[in-house]
């Protein structure tokens, strides 16, 4: 699979990039190539470590998060990145304005609050699990619902720690108790009220 996004041949490079709109299924960057960081705009983004034993499941990125911010320090993605719902993502920093001190401890107290979502995604009874997922995949609407672009049942699996069967039977549930509906013939599903999110 290639990568959607051509980036600089290096993180110095003089910056010909602007934002870019992925869709859902589509890798973004390659671990081990040169490019730059991105900040999420809009979807979610599944980070992967690639070792000789295969692709094993590292990370979640979401609206506001910094992917391949360690071009900046190493020059070359740690991690291979693909979108897992449709997403639009902006260069996070110039090649020629260094980020800043606040810049750089807001990303990272971003990155911490999104490594413990993922934490509690892995642990725990299944059914939770997968309804705290559905949360952080939700966006908000101009009704005041939340809706979510589902991503496959193998990316679901792999974050939440569960095998794909556990994920359908959790997301089956949640539709049939009514605290996810289906949004007309759009493949998404909602929070049937701005309250069902927290109250479920």
């Known amino acids: 699979m290639q990568a959607v996004i051509a980036t600089p041949a290096s993180a110095t490079a003089a910056p010909t990039v602007q934002a870019h709109k992925i869709t859902i299924g589509q890798r973004i960057y390659a671990a081990g190539t040169e490019g730059i960081a991105w900040r999420v705009k809009s979807g979610a983004v599944r980070l992967d470590r690639i070792t000789g034993e295969g692709r094993s499941f590292a ?9 391949g911010a360690e071009t900046l320090l ?26 800043s001190g606040e810049s750089l401890l807001r990303t990272l107290a971003a990155a911490e609050r999104r490594a413990a979502d993922v934490l509690a995604l ?14 952080l995949l939700a ?38 108790t009514g605290l996810l509906q289906r949004h007309g013939r759009r493949l998404g599903l909602v929070f049937p009220d701005a309250g069902a999110a927290s109250a479920c």
């Open 74 to 99: 190493f020059g070359q993605y740690s991690f291979e990145a693909c979108a897992i719902a449709d997403c639009e993502l902006e260069p996070w920093l110039s090649a020629d304005k260094a980020p």
């Open 122 to 135: 892995r642990a725990g009874e299944a059914f939770e699990r997968v309804r705290q997922l559905c949360l």
């Open 59 to 67: 990370g979640l990125a979401l609206q506001g998060d910094v992917i």
């Open 139 to 176: 966006r908000e609407r101009d009704d005041g619902r939340r809706e979510i672009a589902i991503p496959g049942l193998k990316d679901m699996a792999a974050i939440t720690n569960l095998t794909e069967v556990t994920v359908s039977r959790a997301m089956s549930h949640l539709r049939r």
